[in-house]
């Protein structure tokens, strides 16, 4: 490349990069925006405070602020997300392929629990009640079960723009297309009906 064309680049660290959601380009993380067209919208989320609703086969719904939903996450490598749970919701076992995470307990009592790598497979899981939190390492399987009395309302904080999320049943059974049968019967030493039943439930995404 010669100078003329590197002068004419422009070379340069920003403060921030807000995404550019409707970029075409394909990056690791978002395209910024000019830097010039930042404003306060842009590093704003409202309405946190609002809970979920619960009303579906899981009892929880989780709210994501993540870069989707707040491009001024872009490149900063932090995001959180609520989760309402109503009595005996769950949110069930799954991994951030992309991020660990901090789940704090804003109200009610929580089961949660996640499980070590191969070969010990330890389960880590704790009790919380109003105040405690629990710290859960990258990609480790993990889950969330509301064992009060009534609603119950937790923060998690990730150290990622985009955690992502791999629920287990619905990766398991719900794979489009779905997976061969030999697989999940031989994994799980189960009987072919029972994978085909699995395969036909319906799996959804509590996001």
């Known amino acids: 490349m010669s100078e003329d064309v590197v002068s004419e680049q422009k070379v340069f660290m920003m403060d921030f990069c807000v995404a550019d959601n409707n970029s075409q380009v394909f990056v690791n993380g978002k395209v910024c925006k000019d830097p010039k067209l930042a404003t306060a919208k842009h590093f704003f989320f409202p309405g946190l405070d609002e809970p979920g609703n619960t009303s579906n086969p899981l009892g929880s719904k989780v709210t994501p602020v993540f870069v989707m939903q707040l491009s001024g996450l872009n490149t900063l490598g932090v995001s959180i997300a609520r989760i309402d749970f109503a009595p005996r919701g769950q949110n069930p076992p799954h991994t951030h392929p992309r991020a660990s995470e901090i789940l704090t307990v804003l109200e009610g009592t929580l089961y949660v629990g ?20 629990l710290a859960i390492p990258q990609g480790f399987i993990h889950y969330q079960q509301n064992v009060g009395s009534g609603n119950a309302v937790a923060v998690a904080a990730f150290d990622s723009q985009d955690p992502g999320v791999i629920t287990i049943t ?3 059974f719900g794979a489009n297309p779905p997976i061969s049968d ?7 030493q189960i009987d072919k009906k029972l994978v085909d039943k699995l395969q036909s439930s319906f799996w959804m995404d509590n996001n």
């Open 170 to 172: 619905n990766a398991g």
């Open 182 to 188: 030999a697989v999940p019967t031989k994994a799980f």
């Open 114 to 133: 996640f499980v070590t790598s191969n070969p010990d497979n330890s389960l880590i899981n704790r009790t919380l009640n109003k105040g405690d939190i």
